[in-house]
């Protein structure tokens, strides 16, 4: 117990606050690099607000500001780990690639590359792949072979649901008709602006013609066989045109609204329930000191008069009334009962109105 309040008393000063601010960021940047953004979530809720609420922090004001800091600082350092890690080519580009419709199990389409990975604005790249015409489905001939480069992940046309329209795609492609038997290479160059990050994808267009005898007529099949890329994008990343601080600026923005809207907008969220729920138990504790308060009688404006220590408190006249014996009229000696002011029998009046003890007559 000694530990944990000298801990609680370490995080209310200057470089306590620090501390705990800096834990924060570096648990969320950990976890939304390392494990995604949605295990960033619960990180930033334990070491934002469930951490720091135990320690005694539990002003919402206070919270809030972790919150903000723990959002805005670890969106630089999240976006250094992932340009670093889009300025490096994948561990498996470059190597041969598996295509659907093929026969035997062998791709059509294999050792797919890119080359160079980094240029500056305006540099030529190359790209090229191995077109197996021989592992077409049954009847098939190669016909096009297209390439796709763009900044928006696995697009094959000028508008995507996922980026919109507008963003910059170059198609290229080359007929491949002659190519039927064996392996052929087809090699692209194409000069892309920058500074961008780029991905690609091929696909051959192949077709396969079937003469129809009832109609004398040719009817022509079209199939189309992409890449298979081992990614939930559908495209391999690259090339990227400018330097590492360009690249840096470009995912900045992205990286810092994921933070904000994944882990930020639920870390806000609970910060309204623990504020809900502190207005709840203020508002039943103020319920509860008007309840008890209300339970003592009022006192008068007059104080009231102490006698001695140890002396009983002297009874009010309506009581001493009540207590006080019968007396006789002074008059007739009839036997008059207490709080009368007149005597009954005679109609003679007391004295003192029945208020004062009426002395016994004697004979």
């Known amino acids: 117990m000694q530990r944990a309040a000298s801990l609680r008393a370490f995080v209310q000063t200057r470089w306590g606050k620090l501390a705990l601010v800096a834990l924060a960021v570096l648990t969320l940047s950990a976890s939304f690099y390392y494990l995604g953004p949605y295990f960033a979530i619960p990180t930033l809720l334990l070491f934002g607000l469930g951490l720091p609420i135990y320690l005694g922090w539990k002003i919402p004001r206070q919270l809030a500001v972790v919150g903000l800091a723990a959002i805005l600082l670890s969106g630089p350092i999240i976006n250094y780990g992932l340009t670093s890690q889009a300025m490096a080519p994948s561990p498996t580009f470059g190597s041969s690639t598996d295509l659907s419709n093929t026969t035997n199990g062998l791709p059509v389409l294999a050792n797919a590359t890119e080359g160079p990975y980094n240029g500056g604005g305006g540099s030529t790249f190359t790209f090229s792949v191995e077109i ?102 559908g495209a391999v990343q690259g090339p990227i045109t400018g330097t590492w601080l360009s690249t840096y600026d470009l995912l900045l923005p992205q990286t810092v609204i994921d933070v904000l809207f994944y882990p930020g907008i639920v870390f806000y969220l609970a910060l309204l329930v623990y504020l809900w729920l502190k207005r709840r138990e203020a508002s039943k504790k103020a319920a509860r000191a008007a309840a008890g308060g209300a339970s003592i009688p009022p006192t008068s404006g007059a104080a009231p008069t102490v006698g001695a220590p140890g002396t009983p408190p002297a009874a009010s006249s309506a009581d001493s009334a009540a207590r006080r014996p019968e007396t006789s009229c002074p008059k007739c000696g009839a036997v008059v009962y207490p709080k009368e002011t007149q005597c009954w029998k005679c109609g003679a009046p007391l004295t003192g109105g029945g208020t004062a003890p009426l002395r016994s007559g004697s004979s």
């Open 132 to 233: 197996h015409a021989d592992r077409l489905p049954s009847n098939y001939t190669p016909d096009q072979m297209w390439l796709y480069v763009s900044t928006c992940p696995g697009a094959t046309g000028p508008s995507s649901p996922f980026c919109g329209s507008g963003y910059p795609f170059y198609p290229v492609n080359q007929t491949v008709v002659n190519d039927t038997k064996g392996s052929t290479t087809v090699t692209f160059h194409l000069a892309l602006p920058g500074p961008n990050i780029w991905w690609w994808q091929m696909g051959l267009l192949a077709d396969r013609s079937i003469l129809n005898v009832t109609t004398n007529k040719t009817n022509t099949t079209y199939q189309w066989i992409f890449l298979e890329v081992n990614n939930a994008y």
